[in-house]
């Protein structure tokens, strides 16, 4: 039992150190930099989509210059 026990606490120990065990990313680094590249634009699109959901895109209007709202 006690040779069971520190076996799992080792086991336990040195997975946690290691890594993931499944890898997010493909090992083919263009493949890999596609990935991240991809994933870097889907967290750009989450924060734009965060600032129109809080209406902080739009123009402010307490600044000097005027905004245009037509058609030009």
């Known amino acids: ?7 799992l606490l080792l086991s336990i120990a040195i997975s946690s150190s290691v890594g993931c065990i499944l890898p997010i990313f493909h090992s083919d680094p263009k493949e890999r930099t596609r990935q991240l590249i991809f994933t870097s634009e889907n967290f750009r699109a989450m924060m734009l989509e965060w600032e129109r959901i809080w209406f902080l895109d739009q123009p402010d209007h ?11």
């Not at 039992?1 to 076996?7: D, F, H, P």
């Not at 307490?62 to 030009?72: A, E, S």
Request: proline content about 6%.
């Open 62 to 72: 307490m600044t000097p210059q005027r905004v245009h709202g037509g058609v030009i």
């Open 1 to 7: 039992m006690r040779k069971l026990l520190a076996v």
